[in-house]
């Protein structure tokens, strides 16, 4: 109830910083980018390196507790703890009239929810597969490093129109993480620590490409994706997996090698 009551303090009275707006003498902002869980983003013309960068802001209600300062910190260690192409580079941090911030490097492109929802973006199902195969190379590079993602969503998922990269560390948390004991009769799968939590996830943004390419009947009775979808059963069978529908991937090898033998990638 507290945290409510602070997100939605948050939303009447936080200010984003406007266009232009120079912040730590150093950061020239030129727009605001989008708003996340944890911070606000925004892009912004670094005058010391001369060139665009991302600065993300600790938003209002996640800077009024401890544990939300402590959680923007391990998202920023998270980050720099990163060399991998598949993620956007860490530069510097710091905080500006007492707000906690840190950049990194900007992405020309568009996320998946940009390009299905805004553009249009149709997906066959190859195509889904294809980035689906692209896009276990950095959640690999994770697991490889004890790090479960826990946010791989459409949002957070970019194609610069040759590459995917993967973005938004602030759910991140290494594996030997504590969570919170779970409260509620409801298990909550993306929010464990572990590789099928991004498995899960995953399977999730796997499903919004392939709808992408599906013309959803007026007034008919709402059916399964797997009643729907016009997809081969080895898709199905890979994405049952990925929902825990079916016994669990271990890890990504095991996708990687089901995708290889179903479209020979």
């Not at 944890?38 to 960068?53: A, F, I, N, P, T």
């Not at 409260?183 to 919004?208: M, P, S, W, Y």
């Not at 059916?223 to 080895?234: M, P």
């Not at 199905?236 to 890890?251: G, S, T």
Request: hydrophobic share 40%.
């Amino acid at each position: 109830m507290i945290k409510r009551i602070a997100f939605l303090f948050s939303n009447l009275f936080e200010q984003l910083f406007p266009n232009d707006k120079l912040i730590a003498d150093r950061y020239k902002v030129i727009r605001h980018l989008g708003a996340g869980g944890y911070g606000h983003s925004y892009l912004v013309y670094d005058l010391e390196s001369k060139q665009k960068k991302v600065l993300k802001a600790l938003r209002l209600h996640k800077r009024l507790t401890q544990s939300g300062r402590i959680d923007f910190e391990y998202e920023k260690e998270l980050l720099s703890s990163i060399e991998h192409p598949g993620f956007p580079r860490y530069f510097e941090g710091g905080t500006f009239n007492n707000i906690p911030y840190y950049t990194m490097e900007f992405i020309e492109g568009m996320n998946f929810e940009q390009l299905i929802f805004a553009e249009g973006k149709k997906v066959t199902e190859k195509e889904a597969f294809q980035i689906v195969y692209e896009l276990l190379n950095p959640i690999e590079y994770l697991h490889n490093h004890k790090i479960i993602h826990r946010d791989i969503r459409i949002p957070n998922v970019i194609s610069d129109g040759a590459k995917i990269r993967l973005i938004d560390l602030g759910l991140g948390r290494h594996l030997n993480f504590k969570t919170a004991v779970q409260t509620t009769k409801e298990k909550n799968i993306r929010k464990e620590v572990n590789c099928q939590a991004d498995f899960f996830g995953l399977g999730h943004f796997l499903l919004f490409l392939l709808y992408s390419n599906f013309t959803f009947p007026q007034h008919k009775q709402e059916k399964s994706w797997e009643e729907e979808l016009e997809i081969s059963n080895q898709a199905k069978h890979i994405i049952r997996k990925l929902l825990q529908i079916e016994p669990a991937y271990e890890n990504c090898a095991q996708i990687r090698a089901e995708i290889i033998n179903l479209y020979l990638i």
